[in-house]
């Protein structure tokens, strides 16, 4: 008995400290927004002080750029940023790198991804998918660094990006067309190639455990260091799961159970890349 009630109170304290977080984070949001856009040196690097005067509201002039590998990843990994920053009145704009065209459904998965952009607010004339012969959706090829780099930074100058987003280096889900594009973005921000106003943040990947805890998720990415967090609520779910449904073509029983339990369906955190000036090799 003694045990059950403990488990019941801690349960329902656990509850509770998860409608904090979600309020608190409603209240900071959008100064969260205005730090990450408001502090930047010639380097590159964002400067961030808790003694600095909260910077007026530039929500208007932040334009967001999120480099994915395949249709599908925008909503899988990223939508509570992308409902976030469009709710927020960002501009979003999508560079998918490839059609997703494993199994041959290039063209359905292309339909695909644009209305799963339509449902999580990216109109389509902001979404571009790639269709190289030298990036195929296949982990098992080396995605170029120079042709990727090449890509991205067009993109970066066309539409005067302010902040890019992609994965982190162990690319969320461990594969390799998404460690590509960490391992791109990296070889611009240190040699110095990103343009001066322009910032790159990594989504943080979590262990397998976390991953799939959904909103229990919540509080534990909230409580640790990041350089922004990002998360939404059961509305918001809802929107994020239509999305997902929109990708029929991949909608396989374990996609299904990633829909019910997987975390990054409510929570991103990032981690803003500051590597250093170096000599980097490319291929």
Same mark, same amino acid.
Request: charged share 20%; aromatic share 14%.
């Given at each position: 008995m003694f045990v059950f009630v403990t488990a019941l109170l801690l349960s329902l304290v656990y509850v509770f400290f998860i409608k904090f977080?979600?309020?608190? +984070?409603?209240?900071?949001? +959008?100064?969260?927004?205005?730090?990450?856009?408001?502090?930047?040196? %010639?380097?590159? %690097?964002?400067r961030f002080s808790s003694t600095q005067e909260s910077p007026r509201p530039r929500l208007k002039q932040i334009a967001a750029l999120l480099v994915t590998a395949h249709p599908?990843? *925008?909503?899988?990994?990223?939508?509570?940023?992308?409902?976030?920053?469009?709710?927020?009145?960002?501009?979003?704009?999508?560079?998918c790198l490839s059609t997703g065209n494993y199994n041959n459904q290039g063209a359905q998965r292309k339909k695909e991804l644009l209305n799963s952009c339509a449902v999580l607010g990216i109109p389509a004339n902001l979404v571009t998918v790639i269709d190289h012969k030298d990036l195929p959706d296949d982990p098992s090829v080396l995605w170029s660094t120079a042709l990727i780099s090449s890509l991205v930074l067009k993109h970066i100058q066309k539409h005067n990006i302010s902040m890019v987003l992609t994965f982190d280096e162990r690319g969320v889900s461990g594969h390799a067309n998404h460690i590509a594009i960490h391992k791109s973005l !990296?070889?611009?921000?240190? !040699?110095?190639?990103?343009? *001066?106003?322009? +910032?790159?943040?990594?989504?943080?990947?979590?262990?397998?455990?976390?991953?799939?805890?959904?909103?229990? *998720?919540?509080?534990?990415?909230?409580?640790?260091?990041?350089?922004?967090? !990002?998360?939404?609520?059961?509305? *918001?779910?809802?929107r994020a799961k239509k999305a997902m449904l929109c990708h029929?073509? +991949?909608?396989?029983?374990?996609?299904?159970l990633y829909i019910l339990f997987s975390s990054y369906m409510f929570v991103n955190t990032f981690h803003a890349v500051t590597i250093e000036t170096k000599n980097v090799k490319i291929y």
């Open positions: 977080v979600y309020y608190k +984070q409603s209240v900071i949001w +959008q100064y969260t927004l205005n730090k990450i856009t408001s502090h930047l040196n %010639i380097d590159g %690097i964002p599908d990843d *925008e909503c899988m990994f990223f939508a509570p940023t992308i409902i976030n920053l469009v709710e927020s009145r960002a501009d979003v704009y999508l560079l !990296s070889y611009l921000a240190s !040699s110095g190639r990103l343009p *001066e106003g322009c +910032q790159f943040f990594s989504l943080d990947s979590i262990n397998i455990l976390r991953k799939y805890l959904s909103v229990l *998720e919540v509080p534990i990415s909230w409580l640790l260091p990041s350089d922004f967090c !990002s998360l939404i609520g059961r509305a *918001e779910y809802t029929r073509s +991949q909608l396989l029983w374990f996609r299904r």
